[in-house]
C-alpha cells in the first residue's frame, strides 16, 4: 500500500474564498483521483489527475471550479474556488499503485463554507 | 450512467452476530472492492475480487464475486464493536483511458457490545 498524506485534515471558510488542498504520497504513481464526499453520502469521482497532461474531469464538474494540479508522480492539488455552502464536503484524494492496483485513500480534507 | 444499490443501508447487531451485505448493479464490472469507513478517515481497502465467481477472505470477512459480475456480497462472521463503521462497494471498470470506481451509497454498522 501507500502513505497518503493529504493537508489540510479540516478547514471552515468563508463563501467566495477559494482553498487549495494537497495530496502527497510516499512513492511515485502515475494515477491520482479527486473525490467529493456530501455529508452522509457516498464518494463522487472529481476527477482523474495524471502527472504531465490535463487533468480528466467527471461529468459535473469543471475545471474553473475545481482546478488540478500534478506537478511530479507523488504530488497533487485540488483547489475548491469560489466556494458556497454547497461545497461543504469531504474531499478525498486517493491513488492506484502500479500495475492496476485498487485505489487507495487518504484520510480527506472536511470543508465547512459558511 | 452506472449505478451500485447496496444493502442495506444500515444494521444494528449484537456483537458476536454475522453480517451480510450487498451490491448489485446495471451492468458489469471487472472488479469488484469492498472499503471500510471510520468516522475521520478515509476508505481502507479491505478485499479485492478479480475473477467472476471468486471467493476471498480476509480474517472474518468472506466476500464474493457474483457469476453475472453484476453483483457482490461482503459476509462479516463474529462482530466484534471495533466493525462499526460505513462499509462501502464499488465496482472497477476501463472507462476513457483508466480505471474507474464506481461506489455503493455504504451500509452503516452499528454493533452493540
Known amino acids: 500500500s501507500a502513505v497518503i498524506s493529504q493537508k489540510p485534515s479540516r478547514d471552515i471558510c468563508q463563501r467566495g474564498t477559494s482553498l487549495t488542498i494537497q495530496c502527497q504520497v510516499d512513492s511515485q504513481v502515475t494515477m491520482m483521483f479527486w473525490y467529493r464526499q456530501q455529508p452522509g453520502q457516498s464518494l463522487t469521482l472529481i476527477a482523474t489527475a495524471n502527472q504531465g497532461s490535463e487533468a480528466t474531469y467527471e461529468s459535473g464538474f469543471v475545471i474553473d471550479k475545481f482546478p488540478i494540479s500534478r506537478p511530479n508522480l507523488t504530488f497533487s492539488t485540488l483547489t475548491v474556488s469560489n466556494m458556497s455552502p454547497e461545497d461543504s464536503s469531504i474531499y478525498l484524494c486517493?491513488?492506484?499503485?502500479?500495475?492496476?492496483?485498487?485505489?487507495?485513500f487518504g484520510d480527506g480534507t472536511r470543508l465547512s463554507i459558511l | 450512467g452506472q449505478q451500485l444499490n447496496q444493502s442495506p443501508q444500515s444494521m444494528f447487531i449484537q456483537e458476536g452476530e454475522d453480517v451480510s451485505m450487498n451490491c448489485t448493479s446495471s451492468?458489469?464490472?471487472?472488479?469488484w472492492l469492498w472499503y471500510k469507513q471510520d468516522p475521520g478517515e478515509g476508505p481502507v481497502l479491505l478485499i479485492a475480487?478479480?475473477?467472476?465467481?471468486e471467493l476471498t477472505s480476509n480474517g472474518r470477512l468472506t466476500a464474493q464475486f457474483g457469476i453475472t459480475r453484476k453483483d457482490s456480497f461482503l459476509n462479516i462472521s463474529a462482530s466484534i464493536p471495533s466493525d462499526v463503521g460505513i462499509y462501502f462497494c464499488a465496482g472497477r471498470d476501463y472507462r476513457g483511458s483508466n480505471y474507474k470506481l464506481t461506489f455503493g451509497k455504504g451500509t452503516l454498522l452499528t454493533v452493540n457490545p
Open positions: 475480487l478479480y475473477k467472476a465467481g
Open positions: 486517493s491513488v492506484e499503485l502500479p500495475g492496476s492496483k485498487p485505489q487507495h
Open positions: 451492468s458489469i464490472f471487472n472488479t
